[in-house]
């Protein structure tokens, strides 16, 4: 069974492929199959040129000095802010704080948001799937502030217990801290109807969107969200800058969470008062350069289709489904309607970093381990999975690949 | 096929690994520790008694991993059954040499050619962490896990 080579919608992935320096290396002598971009995405040209053009011909710092390169970064800077106020379709440029990730994101919301507003026993309620960056700042809450987490399971086929979410919100709970998508088993959950739960009992909602953002269209004023924390390398710009979306009435009232240069109003000896937001979340010289690249990968993602993207990536998800029905000793963690391009998997008497090892060979890139996602790999029973994840520069071939090498592994290892 | 993946999981090792040696509790364990790799969420605890001379009179361990871990610790529990902590901390230092594809002057000929076949791993640095697990977990045991004073 080969791949057919016909293109299945709008989405013209193969031009897209060309868009992707990185995709015409080899790795051990064999082309790159990069099905790890759940991990971090690679980076099309037109993110990489128009950070390099930036800091060529217009780059200062920013928010500071009258000269003509401030001024002209200070415009990329605040630019970069307003595509992402589209990109997420919010309401206001300043409801958008720039950040170093998503991590840095939540952990904004964790200290200047929630912890004030915690009492000892107050709850925060989380699914059962969240990574790592959604779990540990609310333990922070739970050991420094004495807030309870309540966990929401989720369904044998991964997906998320609405009605049991619903139940596990009280007069307690101060937030409700929640994935847009799963990294290990592609869920995407129904923010609507959680916000709207989550509302009606008077609770906030933080969303973190760090898989989802790059697959879902993302609108925070249609959803009512709170908060919506999301990463720049994930969705095909660069590292070390994210954002969160705050509803500017929650900005208003949240704390300062860095100290430094810029989010100040005024310091004397005596006293500081503080910039209004977003500003006042943004301590230190930011981002600058990488601010530009995330805007301009925002661009290149709305410049498509989205929708025949996402169907693009449905269909290697289902192709992939498909070919691996042969494979009886391979059990595929993550099945719930709607799920996202990311397939999971357990092979039976394979550990994952094994199968990873000789996949890595045969020039397919796949995540092996537990996806910083520890009470997830619990709830299913297992210590870790491999994890193929697929992206818009992804095609059938890449899918074909990753079955020839599964049978390899299966040859050396079963 | 790749020449470096079947030296890596050449057959001794995928024996080790599906039929591990001295695997399981060891109820005389005078020391203990627990391994574990934050990286793939591997965790291997090592048990052993030391004997009055510092022996290692019996050793085991448990755990679950990648064939890699599995076959290390299962071919360290052969090789250290019976030495001194010295020796097996001579031994050890031989071992993690080797893997890192560095020269192994500490092992005896023997010892080498017992671990030759770990050899391979130095052709994957992303792996040589479930190599060694094992044996710092043994390490850990010996210096932190004096199962009487209740450290481990």
Redesign the interface.
Known sequence: MTAPAKIISAFDVEKARADFPILARQVYGKPLVYLDSGASAQKPRVVLEAMTRFAESDYANVHRGVHYLSAAATDAYETARRTVQKFLNAAREDEIVFTKGGTEAINLVSYSFLAPRIQPGDEIVLSVMEHHSNIVPWHFLRERHGAVLRWVDVRDDGGLDVEALDAAITAKTKLVAVTHMSNVLGTVTPLKEIIARAHAKGVPVLADGCQAAVHEIVDVQALDIDFYAFTGHKIYGPTGIGALYAKRTHLKTMRPFNGGGEMIREVTRDLVTYADPPARFEAGTPPIIEAVGMAAAMDYLMGLDRVAVKAHEHDLLTYARERLKDFNWLRVIGDAPGKGAILSFEAEGMHAHDVATILDREGVAVRAGHHCAQPLMERFGVASTSRASFALYNNRADVDALIAALAKAREILG | ??P???E??QEVI?DHSRHPRHFGALDNATHKAEGYNP????RVTVMLALDEAGRVADIKFQG?????SQASASMMTELLAGRTVEEAEKLMHGFLHLVKGEAAEDLSPDDREHLDVMSGISE?P??VK?ATLAWHTFKNAVEEGDVKVGVA
Do not use: P, V
Not at chain 2, 64 to 68: Q, R
């Open positions: 096929m790749d470096s993946l079947r890596l999981y995928l990286l793939c969420g591997d679950k991993g990648c064939a890699i994957f992303m792996r479930c």
